[in-house]
């Protein structure tokens, strides 16, 4: 069974930059996109960033200007680079795969904590 791997995450200062990467451990064919989301404590889990296998991008307008998805859907990685990284953007980051008709699967999570 295909699992994502993620990695990345850590503490950073208000300002810094971290950068996330997933990796599929096995080869994900008629990938449709993939991308990620994230969970704050108490909070709902938000989309943050998708990437379709035609290489187009959505962000959350809380995250517009600072962070950049790229992807390969060859290569089955997404990466998610994370620039003036804000206090609020703290949170549990998955990555996710959509592949075939109606397939997901979800990496195991890396916390992002951003603080001073």
């Known amino acids: 069974q295909v699992q994502l791997v993620e990695s990345g995450g850590g503490l950073v200062q208000p300002g810094g930059s971290l950068t996330l990467s997933c990796a599929a451990s096995?080869?994900?064919?008629?990938?449709?996109?993939m991308g990620w989301y994230r969970q704050a404590p108490g909070k709902e889990r938000e989309s943050v960033a998708t990437i379709t296998n035609g290489g187009s991008t959505n962000y959350a307008d809380s995250v517009k200007g600072r962070f950049t998805i790229s992807g390969d859907t060859a290569q089955n990685t997404v990466y998610l680079q994370m620039n003036s990284l804000k206090p609020e953007d703290t949170a549990v980051y998955y990555c996710y795969v959509r592949f075939g008709l109606r397939n997901i699967v979800w990496g195991q999570g890396t916390q992002v904590t951003v603080s001073s």
């Open positions: 096995l080869s994900i064919f008629s990938i449709t996109n």
